[in-house]
């Protein structure tokens, strides 16, 4: 099973010299994107200093002398972002005063900051009905503000539009081919007792981080919906595994109303408007797509000929049990920490 980010070759990288200082060492994304400037051959160095001291991030500045700032640090909770409904200074501290502190402090050093954020903090609404093919597009506010986490990530997103120093990444529900990995959202949903089922807008990480690297180079800046095109389900994922992992994986669905009774702050669902980044790059998978190149492939235990025949079976079979043909999301997942 792989545990490696995949590194797609078609990412052109430019002429220009880099030298990136990486905050989120500790983190899942912060370390993936430490791995890749390994395997992209880029200098890099990881911050030490807290987000919320503005001496140590000068400091780290100084001694680094970076190109590019990245930055993954934040808190999504342990183990979910239910820990942020009773940890709010916390949460503060590190999503709203930490980003601030570093990028202003990166906009007194001329420095092009990438930050991390997450497009969880839009729901499906009027204007953008379940099923419409319509997503938030980044001059969109957010409308959706039903866990602390959501609502402070809405709160700074919206005080860093006035920086012109800033990449915004808005990413949802991050997959990556390590499938052993808690923070994975497949892996995440293999192991709930139940899940809801609604399309979202996802990121798989394996083929988008290298788009973020060569977004700081290219010197882009303001928000980018930072996840593959089209939305995709909780089941069709769920579907893929079982396909394409283990044909004997079994799940059941539940209903929005029977998840708000064991989660305590409610899950963002949405899908979001990829044009912007499409124009930028334009070989970007849709999410099935996407999902099976760099994530179901890799991992394949099934062979080709044994899943046509299996996956014709399970179909006859009551493989996955629907309490609600119209259920609803487990949604948020947390982005970085």
Known sequence: MSTETV????????????????YGRTGWIGGLLGKLCEEQGIPYVYGSGRLEDRAALKADIVAAKPTHVLNAAGVTGRPNVDWCESHRAETIRANVIGTLNLVDVCKLHNLHVTNFATGCIFEYDAAHPLGSGVGFT???????????????????????????NVLTLRVRMPITSDLRNPRNFITKITMYEKVVNIPNSMTVLD????????????????????????????????????????????????TLEEQAKVIVA????????????????????????????????????????????????VQASDSVVVTSSDAASNGHVGTVS
């Open 7 to 22: 590194v797609p070759a078609k990412v052109a990288t430019g002429s220009t010299a880099m030298k990136l200082l990486i």
């Open 138 to 164: 980044e001059e969109e506010r957010a409308n959706f503000a039903g866990s602390y986490y959501s609502f402070t990530k809405g709160m700074v997103e919206e005080l860093l539009r006035v920086y012109d």
């Open 207 to 254: 083929e988008l981080l290298p788009y973020a690297v060569e977004m700081a180079r290219r010197g882009l800046t303001g928000i980018y919906n930072f996840t593959n095109p089209k939305p995709i389900s909780h089941n069709e994922i769920l579907e893929l595994y079982r396909d394409y992992i283990d044909p004997s994986f079994k799940w059941t669905n539940f």
């Open 266 to 313: 409610a899950r963002s669902n949405n899908e979001l408007d990829m044009t912007k980044m499409k124009k930028e790059f334009p070989e970007m998978l849709d999410i099935r797509d996407s999902l099976i190149k760099y994530v179901f492939e890799p991992n394949r235990r099934v062979p080709k000929e044994a899943a046509t025949t299996k996956l014709a079976a």
